[in-house]
């Protein structure tokens, strides 16, 4: 099964790497998506899965605050953070961690090789190396990233996570390089 021309490489992104347009208003760097980091695996013959946008799917796309670009992004961020950890949101993001994994397990029971999962640093819901909390840029995971991680180690699922950060495409391009390598 599957001796096609498929690469049987497959990466994981956040949703707004595919689609800035689902991200909070006042932070999209590009019209439509981070085009070097697709073109990235595109030439490298790596499927990609785009993962859900947990801010959309449990805050809508005003993230519940038509005023929020008119903060600063930690500020704004670190309100998402604190509406992403309440309890009617934790309840929505669990279906969007349980689709992820079930996608990985596919993929990985197919013999297909899953190159790491990528999210964007100071997200307060995908941040891998840098999130937003008390209106600051601080270490540590968003929300969904952390909860995706704690249901991969108890599914003993070990990926790479690599967080990235659209200002620091020269870093950004390093690091998805030594990821797939």
Known sequence: M???ARSKKVVL?????LNQNSISDGTADFPSQVKKVVQFFLKNKIGII????PELMCLGLDRGDVHGAERPVVVENTRIRTSLNKPNSKKKIQPLIKQTIHQIKEYKKNGFSILGVVGINRSPSCGINTTSMNDKEVSG????MKALQE?????KINLKFVGIKTSKMKETMKSLTEMIR
């Open 2 to 4: 599957f001796t096609d």
């Open 13 to 17: 992104l956040a949703h707004c790497i």
């Open 50 to 53: 785009q993962m859900p946008c």
């Open 141 to 144: 995971q968003g929300v969904f």
């Open 151 to 155: 249901e991969l180690k108890k599914e």
